[in-house]
Every structure is written in C-alpha cells, then in structure tokens.
C-alpha cells in the first residue's frame, strides 16, 4: 500500500524536521530561495480558486508557509511539534497547534468554514486519511474544502490520487457536497491537482 499508515506519519516528519528544520516541507535538495520560489509558485496557482477571506484550518500547516495567503481568522495544526515551533516563530500573530495524533483531537473545537491541505494527504495511506475526515467531521459536518495534491507519484510515502477520488472520500466520511471544483497543474514534473468542494 502507498502512503503512510497512522502511526508511521509522525515518525516520518520528526525524522525529516530534525535533518531539515526548516526545509522539512520542501522538496529534497532545496535551498532557502527555491522554497520561497516553489512556494511562491504554488500560491499564485491557488489564488482565484482558494477562499482566503473565511474561518481556515489548515490542516498539516507545517511551518507555516501558506499562512498569509489567509486573511480570515485561521489556525495550523501539524502533527510535527518542531514544525509548529518554527511557525510559531516566523508568524507569531497567527494560532498553531500540535496534533497528537494524525487527527483533529485538540481542544478546544476549531470553529473553521474552510478545510485547506497541500501535499498532506498524499502522505497517508487510505485508512489515515478516512480517520482524518471522521476526525475534522467531528468538529465541522458541513466545511468547504480545498485539497492540494499529487496526482501520480506511487510510492512508500506518497499515494498519489485522482481528485475524484478525494471528492469521494469526503462524501463516504458524511460530508455533504453541492459542487466541486478542480484545476491542475504540473509542479517540478509531477501532476498536482487542487480539488474544491463546496458542501
């Protein structure tokens, strides 16, 4: 099976922060201005498509690099505390929290509208990212979501996914959908997608 199971998650991105701080969300080899540059671009592509004036969780928010692409309230939860330490300290304006486990197990409740998460699922096997949607279900039955991902890449960390099949996912974990959006692009030569559902 591609991608990570639950519990391989967190060790996979301690592991990384520890060799990479910073860097741990780029892609490997990456210097400081590439990340600013890859980043850079994947925002632009975002912009137009992706709510940034609602109530956000950014689920698997990392250190923090799509942060200010935000300007309602918001709040990044990861489940690497390192990571979270580095967000805190380059946005110290905005809410983090650390995620005990690949879930949305944190007091108190996230009141958000929109559910945002890039190249995260993609690290979970389809077991975790099922846990994931019951556990933000728990906190929000009816979010808009915008889901970022790679489309092709087969391997042990990532499972890349059609975006119908994020699209089904959300509607088997009791999400209701009333409309999706999706709009690709390639990204260092790789097939992204980002999926829109509007509940």
């Known amino acids: 099976m591609n991608g990570l199971g639950s519990n391989a998650v967190k060790e996979y991105w301690d592991q990384r922060a520890k060799k990479q701080g910073k860097l741990t969300t780029t892609l490997a080899g990456s210097t400081p201005d590439r990340a600013d540059s890859d980043y850079a671009e994947r925002r632009a592509f975002f912009a ?3 709510p940034t004036n609602v ?3 950014d689920y698997g928010c990392g250190v923090g690099r799509y942060t200010t692409m935000f300007h309602g309230a918001y709040v990044g939860v990861d489940i690497c505390s390192a990571l ?3 967000a805190r300290k380059e946005h110290p304006d ?5 995620l005990t486990q690949p879930s949305l197990a944190i ?20 077991q975790a990212v099922r846990r994931i949607l019951e556990s933000i279900r728990h ?6 979501w915008a889901i970022y991902e790679n489309v092709d890449d087969q391997s042990r960390t990532v499972c890349g996914r059609h975006p119908d099949t994020y699209i089904e996912m959300v509607r088997a974990a009791g ?5 999706t959006f999706t709009t690709r692009h390639h990204f260092h030569g790789a097939e992204h997608a980002m999926t829109i559902i509007i509940p």
Do not use: C, K, M, W
Not at 175 to 179: A, E, L, Q, T, Y
């Open 48 to 50: 137009g498509h992706v």
């Open 55 to 57: 109530a956000t969780l």
């Open 84 to 86: 979270v330490a580095i």
């Open 94 to 98: 905005h809410d983090y929290r650390v």
């Open 107 to 126: 007091e108190p409740a996230i009141r958000f509208r929109l559910v945002f998460t890039a190249t995260v699922l993609q690290h979970n096997d389809d």
């Open 139 to 144: 906190h929000n039955p009816a979010p808009s």
């Open 175 to 179: 999400f209701p959908i009333s409309d």
